[in-house]
């Protein structure tokens, strides 16, 4: 079967319909997963983002950045040390959690994801300065958290 290639901007709800337009595309999709993964994106957005298009005023509205590659998580921390500062300065945490491209292993590190997130919000719900307490708590979660897997947590501050 041949490869389905959709651009940044093609909206989940397309790709889907193109990957089961038929019996047989449908079955293959479903057993490597991507109808799957289709389905889950679009519970978040309506399509994939493609970050060098987004514009710093969007970027600097996030807290937390988390790549699910080392590759994206170098070109994000990059991206954002050659953009050009906003007026407010704000500081951007970048995390990597890098993830073999699997349904399996994106739900699991999805959900390891998602318990880091709350870990951070906690702290910062607290009222402790997420600037100061980010790199120990995720550190901290590498330790207690990342016992099982080889995977390093990479984390980044970065301002824009």
Not at 117 to 142: H, M, P, T, Y
Request: hydrophobic share 40%.
């Amino acid at each position: 079967m041949e490869p389905r290639i959709f651009k940044f901007g093609t909206p989940y709800e397309e790709m889907y319909n193109s990957m089961s337009a038929t019996p047989e595309d449908e079955a293959f999709f479903t057993h490597n997963g991507v109808l799957q993964l289709c389905r889950r994106g679009a519970a978040v957005k309506v399509a994939p983002q493609r970050w060098q298009d987004m514009t710093s005023e969007f970027v600097s509205t996030h807290d937390v950045v988390i790549a699910f590659e080392e590759r994206i998580f170098d070109a994000v921390v990059e991206d954002l040390q050659t953009r050009e500062p906003t007026e407010n300065f704000e500081p951007i945490h970048v995390i990597c959690l890098d993830t073999k491209d699997n349904p399996h292993e994106a739900r699991l590190q999805g959900r390891v994801a998602l318990e880091l997130c709350w870990l951070l919000e906690k702290s910062a719900s607290r009222g402790e300065d997420l600037v100061l307490e980010a790199a120990a708590i995720v550190d901290a979660f590498q330790n207690e958290r990342m016992t099982h897997t080889q995977i390093h947590v990479l984390y980044q501050l970065c301002y824009l």
